[in-house]
């Protein structure tokens, strides 16, 4: 086992916390302003936009705190809320201004004004110092996506590898995905740190359940249709393959409700978040800074302002789609590559991207806009 | 697990190594995943288990396609499906060492409504 790189340069923030990234975030709340935001990015070179669908939610509380969040996040410089009416903007800057975060809010007529400040903001931000940090600062999230037997032999237990080793050098890290964690609950309940934090997590799987019925009629069973054609017989095995990414040496301190912080600085967390793409986006707004996906069938998969590491153990995957992998160990399969190895080679890349080399997931973002 | 050939890099797809074909994670696992394409009927797989590197080789009994799971050894009807050390089920039939493991020979456990 090689030693774990130990430190990367970030920034610093008010809060205390590292941000491995520096956006100069244009958040635009409304359809109205996304088109005048569109503008203004392309006027204004450097800024990350983030338009009025984002976080996006039924719940109106979830959706205020994933904004929130999202501009609270250590990858973010500053924030300017775009909105059509002044008086929207007001509970998400206030919630962001409690973080220590830059924020200001504008009319969608604000003009050059507008243009002036957007442009001071990226200045700004590019003078900012950076500085070394060490892994200690770095708070991960993960998620697996399009679950088969090589995610529950490769790429997950990889990535509880990973965290075995950064949360004892004092990082802090998240999983979720309750809908396909309820198959083995003895299981997940054996890792709570302490009693509480098992009965939290039985309500919680109670209360995913309960709510089965409505996943099933929205075409969200577990194990899915891919997962059964691709060898996933029943909910424990998937639940298995899923929780691998926990570890084994760390308990669960908190079981988190979606876009809510830890109150931990360091260790292992589980997040009550859904299987899709939202729960990076419920991850984010918590202020995880780096985001490890595990996937069996690769997919496409970003976030604004976090960088996403896309682990791939699946030779077919690997072999069809190596533009969207950032970490292949389909040696794991192979008997090539032991999971201790395949964790090395994650860590490696982790502490590259926190020093600003671009993820896969970036370079794609970046080509796009 | 220190016995086996060391990775030249991420992923080495062309290591020359012999292709394995199950893998079982755990010596209590009764059941293994099959690691190549298919594994057809009649074949002698090969494979090796995760935690301690034991060798193992069964003969197949169905065509099997990639990710699948088969059948390590016989388990009776109401057995427990043992993958990785966790059981993940139980045989809904009298399941043949070899045997292809599926929704068709194979129940749920969890008590959780599907």
């Given at each position: 086992m090689t030693a774990v790189p130990s430190t990367f340069t970030g920034w610093r923030r008010a809060n205390g916390r590292v941000g491995i990234r520096n956006h100069v975030v244009l958040l635009s709340l409304d359809s109205g302003s996304d088109a005048v935001a569109a503008t203004l990015s392309a006027r204004v070179p450097g800024l990350t936009l983030v338009g009025s669908r984002f976080?996006?939610?039924?719940?109106?509380?979830?959706?205020?705190?994933?904004?929130?969040?999202?501009?609270?996040n250590p990858n973010v410089a500053s924030v300017t809320i775009l909105a059509t009416d002044v008086a929207e903007p007001s509970p998400i800057m206030e919630g962001i201004a409690r973080s220590g975060q830059e924020v200001d809010a504008f009319r969608v007529d604000a003009g050059q004004d507008l243009i002036g400040h957007l442009q001071a903001r990226v200045q700004s931000a590019a003078q900012q110092q950076q500085?070394?940090?060490?892994?200690?600062?770095?708070?991960?999230s993960t998620k697996c996506e399009q679950s088969d037997a090589t995610t529950s032999l490769a790429s997950c237990p990889t990535v509880g590898s990973m965290f075995d080793r950064l949360i004892a050098c004092g990082a802090c890290g998240v999983l979720g995905e309750t809908p396909e964690l309820v198959g083995l609950t003895a299981l997940v309940a054996s890792r709570a740190a302490d009693p509480a934090v098992a009965a939290k997590w039985t309500r919680?799987?109670?209360?995913?359940?309960?709510?089965?019925?409505?996943?099933?009629?929205?075409?969200?069973?577990?194990?899915?249709?891919?997962?059964?054609?691709?060898?996933?017989t029943t909910i424990e095995e998937k639940s298995l393959g899923s929780f691998a990414k926990a570890g084994r040496d760390h308990p669960i301190l908190d079981v988190l409700g979606p876009a809510e912080a830890p109150s931990a600085q360091a260790g292992l967390h589980l997040m009550d978040t859904s299987s899709e793409t939202d729960c990076i986006d419920h991850m984010v707004a918590a202020g995880f800074v780096v985001h490890v996906h595990a996937s069996g069938v690769a997919g496409p998969v970003d976030h604004p302002i976090v960088p996403v590491l896309q682990i791939n153990g699946n030779p077919f995957s690997v072999a069809?789609?190596?533009?969207?992998?950032d970490i292949d160990v389909s040696g794991i399969l192979k008997g090539t590559l032991t999971v201790e190895q395949a964790a090395d080679n994650l860590i490696g890349a982790l502490c590259r991207a926190a020093s600003g080399t671009l993820t896969i997931a970036e370079r794609r973002i970046r080509k796009s806009s | 697990?220190?016995?086996?050939?060391?990775?030249?890099?991420?992923?080495?797809?062309?290591?020359?190594?012999?292709?394995?074909?199950?893998l079982s994670v755990t010596t209590l696992d009764n059941v293994g995943v099959v690691v190549v394409e298919t594994l057809d009927a009649g074949a002698l797989a090969t494979g090796s288990t995760l935690d301690t590197g034991v060798a193992l080789q069964i003969v197949s009994a169905n065509n099997i396609p990639?990710?699948?799971?088969?059948?390590?050894?016989?388990?009776?009807?109401?057995?427990?499906?043992i993958k990785q050390g966790v059981c993940i089920g139980q045989a809904a039939a009298a399941i043949g060492a070899g045997e292809h493991v599926h929704?068709?020979?194979?129940?749920s456990r969890s008590g959780v409504p599907s």
């Open positions: 976080g996006a939610s039924a719940q109106r509380d979830l959706h205020l705190r994933t904004l929130i969040g999202t501009g609270s500085v070394r940090a060490s892994v200690s600062d770095l708070w991960i919680v799987r109670q209360a995913r359940i309960d709510r089965r019925a409505d996943e099933r009629r929205a075409g969200r069973e577990q194990p899915t249709a891919e997962n059964i054609a691709h060898g996933i069809d789609a190596p533009e969207l992998i | 697990m220190s016995t086996r050939p060391r990775a030249v890099g991420s992923g080495d797809a062309k290591a020359d190594v012999p292709a394995l074909q199950v990639f990710g699948h799971k088969i059948a390590l050894m016989s388990i009776p009807r109401g057995e427990a499906v929704l068709h020979n194979m129940v």
